[in-house]
């Protein structure tokens, strides 16, 4: 299988959970919040967190199937962060993956429940027992832990309010990293770090696992500076130069393209070698090859 079809194959593996746990008998009684839950989560995309979960499962003696209700939590709190991203309250975006975002459709009332009940549902998938019958308490107990401490105020919700006290004034390249890390990186360490935890891999594993996993979120993230002013928005799915109009410091902005550009691929040889723990890493190195070239 090569890494484009094992990509597509986890993404399938994730969009068809997300259906799944994204229904309920009661969705007759208030429709709205699962129309708008569902608009932002069935909306396509890279689904890379999930793909990290699934992948490092395998990688470290695990059964990737197992792990489908931490990849979909993870994905769910994902897209809970981005609806409430694109509020005018915080970004203030109309577009989403070629898409209105969820406060157009859906009115902003009803976007902050999207993204509440996203954050909530997420929980209660991975913490349910029907969900994981197969996995020990301890290991659930463990892989949900993880996911918490990523999305809360030393995680995800601590890089936003950096980034958001960030706006129209200059902060120095540690701070942007600090913002990094927390912002877009913790929600990527986790996803090594669940997949790591379900597969019951080594303390040397899971050490290797977050250094790959650390190097690509900021490979990512600064290859995502670069496309908001060298992208194409048709492809992009969203506007170009939002991070110039919020006045937001950036990586380019900071270091210019060109060291942006040798920094990526410094991140990524370090992100390929780490992994030597791990006997089948080939899926991980093209992934992380393939995010250094990316359009979108």
Do not use: W
Not at 20 to 30: A, C, I, M, R, T
Not at 285 to 292: F, G, I, K, V, Y
């Amino acid at each position: 299988m090569t890494m484009e079809q094992r990509l597509a194959a986890y993404a399938e593996m994730t969009e068809k959970g997300l259906e799944k746990y994204l229904q309920s008998p009661n969705e007759v009684n208030y429709p709205q919040i699962f129309e708008a839950t569902r608009y932002s989560a069935l909306a396509g995309g890279k689904r890379l967190r999930p793909a990290l979960v699934f992948e490092f499962c395998r990688i470290s003696g695990g059964d990737p199937e197992k792990a489908l209700p931490f990849a979909c939590a993870l994905e769910m709190i994902h897209t809970y962060s981005l609806i409430h991203d694109d509020l005018p309250c915080m970004d203030n975006d109309d577009l989403r993956r070629g898409k209105p975002t969820n406060h157009k459709v859906f009115g902003e009332a009803t976007a902050v429940l999207a993204g509440d009940a996203l954050l909530t549902r997420a929980f209660e998938v991975a913490l349910d027992r029907e969900n994981t019958a197969e996995l020990d308490a301890e290991t659930v107990l463990c892989a949900a832990k993880a996911l918490a401490d990523a999305a809360g105020m030393d995680g995800m919700i601590g890089g936003q309010v950096i980034d958001m006290d960030a706006e129209n004034k200059q902060i120095g390249l540690d701070r942007l990293l600090l913002l990094q890390q927390l912002k877009t990186g913790c929600l990527i360490r986790a996803g090594a770090r669940m997949g790591c935890i379900l597969g019951g891999a080594t303390a040397e594993q899971m050490e290797a696992a977050d250094r790959y996993a650390a190097k690509i979120g900021l490979a990512f993230q600064i290859e995502d500076d670069l496309l908001d002013i060298e992208g194409d928005e048709a492809v992009l799915g969203k506007p170009i130069g939002s991070d110039a109009a919020s006045g937001k410091s950036t990586f380019p902005g900071l270091l210019g393209a060109e060291e942006c550009r040798s920094m990526i691929r410094r991140l990524t040889d370090d992100a390929i070698e780490s992994l030597g723990a791990f006997e089948d890493s080939g899926f991980l190195r093209e992934l992380a090859e393939s995010l250094t070239s990316r359009k979108s």
